[in-house]
C-alpha cells in the first residue's frame, strides 16, 4: 500500500491501467481462444478470487492457466514461489514491465497475459469476470451457469456497485483510514449494507434467487475474510459475518459450492493481510483465531 493513496484520511484505490479487452470475435486483436491465457492471482486477494471462483463454475479450467503468486509480498511486490514456467517470471512486476517500461504503479492481481503476443491484456478485475462469462461461452463447460443473465444485468450492476463501494472495498477504505472521520464513515456505510442484505436474504438464497450470479461471486470473497481478517485487522468490527444469521448461512451455502470452498485458502488469506500490511499490523504477528466452522450445515436450501 503506497502512501500517495491515502489522501486527507481517505483510502483511494488506483486506477486500472490495462484494461484491454478479450472478445469472442477477436475484434479486440485479443480472441477468446483456449490455452492461449494465463490468469495471475493471489490467494489472498478478493478480487482474485472472483476470477478463480467464475473459471471454476464455468469449467474453463483447461482453456485458461493460472498462476497463483506467494501470499507474502515486500517492496517488490507480488512473486512466485518458483519462477513462472510459463513466462519465467519471478516477479508480476516484470510482467507489467514487459507491457509497459515506464509502468509507475502498483502490480496487481488479477491480471489476465497472452501468452500468444507476450503481453499482459488487463488488470482491470470488474471487467475480468464479465469476459469470461460473455465472451467465452464457446469454451464454457456443457450445462454451465448463466452468471449474468442479460434480462438481470442492469439490477446485478446495481447492487454490485453498492456492494462494491460500501463492502468490497468498503473494508479497505475502513482499514486503510487514517483519520477518524474515514473510518468511521466507511465503518457505517459497509454495516448499513450489510444489514441490507441480512434482510435480502432472508426471502432469498441467493442474491438473486435460487441461481448464483456475478452478484454472489462478488459479495462472497469479502464475507470469507470478513471475521478472520476484517473483523480485527481492519477493525470492521460492530458484528461478525457469523453474526447475522442470513448471511452467515448463505456463506456457508457458498462455501459448499467447490468454485467457491476450493479457492478459499484461509492460510494465505491471513498470512498475506497480518504479514503484509505492516502499516497495520507492524508486528506481523498472524492471529490463530477464529474458531469458525465452515462446514456447519446451513439451512439455505429450505
Ligand atoms: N486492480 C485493482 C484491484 C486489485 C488489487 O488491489 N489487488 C491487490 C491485492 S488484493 C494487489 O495486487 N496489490 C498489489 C500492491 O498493492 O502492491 C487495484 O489496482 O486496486
Same mark, same amino acid.
Given at each position: 500500500m503506497s502512501v500517495q493513496e491515502v489522501e486527507g484520511g481517505r483510502f483511494v484505490r488506483q486506477a486500472n491501467r490495462f484494461t484491454d479487452r478479450i472478445t469472442a470475435d477477436g475484434?479486440?486483436?485479443?480472441?477468446?481462444?483456449?490455452?492461449?491465457y494465463r490468469l495471475f492471482v493471489s490467494y489472498a486477494c478478493p478480487w482474485a478470487q472472483r476470477t478463480l471462483i467464475v473459471r471454476r463454475l464455468l469449467g474453463l479450467e483447461d482453456a485458461i492457466s493460472v498462476a497463483v503468486v506467494d501470499p507474502i509480498r515486500d517492496e517488490r511486490g507480488w512473486r512466485f514461489p518458483?519462477? !513462472?514456467?510459463? @513466462?519465467?517470471?519471478?516477479? $508480476?512486476s516484470e510482467l507489467y514491465l514487459a507491457r509497459d517500461p515506464s509502468f509507475q504503479g502498483r502490480y496487481t492481481v488479477p491480471c489476465v497475459w497472452d501468452t500468444e503476443t507476450?503481453?499482459?491484456? @488487463? /488488470? !482491470?478485475f470488474p471487467n475480468i469476470t464479465t469476459t469470461f462469462e460473455t465472451e467465452f461461452t464457446a469454451l464454457h463447460?456443457?450445462?454451465?451457469? !448463466?452468471?449474468?443473465p442479460e434480462a438481470l444485468r442492469p439490477r446485478i450492476d446495481e447492487l454490485n456497485d453498492l456492494v462494491y463501494r460500501t463492502v468490497n472495498n468498503g473494508v479497505y477504505k475502513a482499514g486503510f483510514a487514517t483519520s477518524q472521520d474515514a473510518y468511521e464513515e466507511a465503518f457505517d456505510a459497509l454495516f448499513a449494507t450489510l444489514d441490507q442484505l441480512e434482510e435480502r436474504l432472508s426471502t432469498s438464497r441467493y442474491l438473486f434467487g435460487d441461481d448464483v450470479t456475478e452478484a454472489d461471486v462478488r459479495l462472497y470473497p469479502t464475507l470469507a475474510r470478513f471475521d478472520a481478517v476484517y473483523h480485527g485487522h481492519f477493525k470492521? /468490527? $460492530?458484528?461478525?459475518?457469523? !453474526?447475522y444469521p442470513n448471511l452467515w448461512g448463505y456463506a456457508r451455502d457458498l462455501y459448499s459450492i467447490p468454485a467457491f470452498g476450493e479457492t478459499t485458502n484461509f492460510d494465505h488469506i491471513k498470512r498475506h493481510y497480518y504479514v503484509t500490511q505492516r502499516n497495520i499490523n507492524p508486528s506481523g504477528v498472524v492471529p490463530?483465531?477464529?474458531?469458525?466452522?465452515?462446514t456447519a450445515p446451513h439451512d439455505r436450501n429450505r
Open positions: 475484434s479486440s486483436g485479443y480472441p477468446a481462444e483456449p490455452g492461449r518458483d519462477r !513462472d514456467p510459463v @513466462t519465467g517470471a519471478v516477479f $508480476l507476450g503481453r499482459l491484456v @488487463t /488488470n !482491470d463447460r456443457p450445462g454451465a451457469p !448463466d452468471l449474468y470492521c /468490527n $460492530l458484528r461478525r459475518i457469523a !453474526d490463530k483465531g477464529p474458531a469458525i466452522d465452515w
